[in-house]
T-cell receptor, first 115, second 112 residues
């Protein structure tokens, strides 16, 4: 069965430190890959996406993600975290099953930033 | 900004009452989706639509129905609300149905 795993429920980092949020998926082919961010009380905003090509993808707000086929991973990174990055982050994959395309979401990682 | 609005943004209702949530988009995209978000579960698909009057079930469709009589509006109805349907509901659209989804601001529903 297809699934998305975000193994870290909570992560705390200091402002200015680097960040890596993990995402692993289970799917028989290479899916479309997405990272979204959700600030408290808000909807989901697309950070970046991967469909094909260069496996290092640049997104908004200084985020990047790297697709590693051998590890079925799509980890999100940022070299220097800002206090405004505190939010919940969701990894999602787009897969096609029985001719129907759908998203599967991870359960999210909540990021706390210390001043 | 994908031009998606949801109404109401907040609602409190009682068990057994019907509830309808509305998703409105301004750009005539064909594909629309309803999700619910619960702690520990991420977002789960309730129903989706691939055109006017064309809808299908997602993974958590029990207790929910949808309608789409106009391209711009996608309605989610809880026929008889239960406490297990307390959640945050998100509408999403996609432009070509096989790529990126864009999300509305959400509706927070509390069923007492």
């Amino acid at each position: 069965a297809q699934s998305v795993t975000q193994p870290d429920i909570h992560i705390t980092v200091s402002e200015g430190a680097s960040l890596e949020l993990r995402c692993n998926y289970s799917y028989g082919a290479t899916p479309y890959l997405f990272w979204y961010v959700q600030s408290p009380g808000q909807g989901l905003q697309l950070l970046l996406k991967y469909f094909s090509g260069d496996t290092l993808v640049q997104g908004i707000k200084g985020f990047e993600a790297e697709f590693k086929r051998s590890q079925s991973s799509f980890n999100l990174r940022k070299p220097s975290v800002h206090w405004s990055d505190a939010a919940e982050y969701f990894c999602a994959v787009g897969v096609t099953t029985s001719g129907t395309y759908k998203y599967i979401f991870g359960t999210g990682t909540r990021l706390k930033v210390l001043a | 900004d994908a031009g998606i609005t949801q109404s109401p943004r907040h609602k409190v209702t009682e068990t057994g009452t019907p509830v309808t949530l509305r998703c409105h988009q301004t750009e005539n995209h064909r594909y629309m989706y309803w999700y619910r978000q619960d702690p520990g579960h991420g977002l789960r698909l309730i129903h989706y639509s691939y055109g006017v009057k064309d809808t299908d079930k997602g993974e958590v469709s029990d207790g929910y129905s949808v309608s789409r009589s106009k391209t711009e509006d996608f309605l989610l109805t809880l026929e008889s609300a239960t406490s297990s349907q307390t959640s945050v509901y998100f509408c999403a659209i996609s432009i070509r149905g096989q790529e990126t989804q864009y999300f509305g601001p959400g509706t927070r529903l509390l069923v007492l």
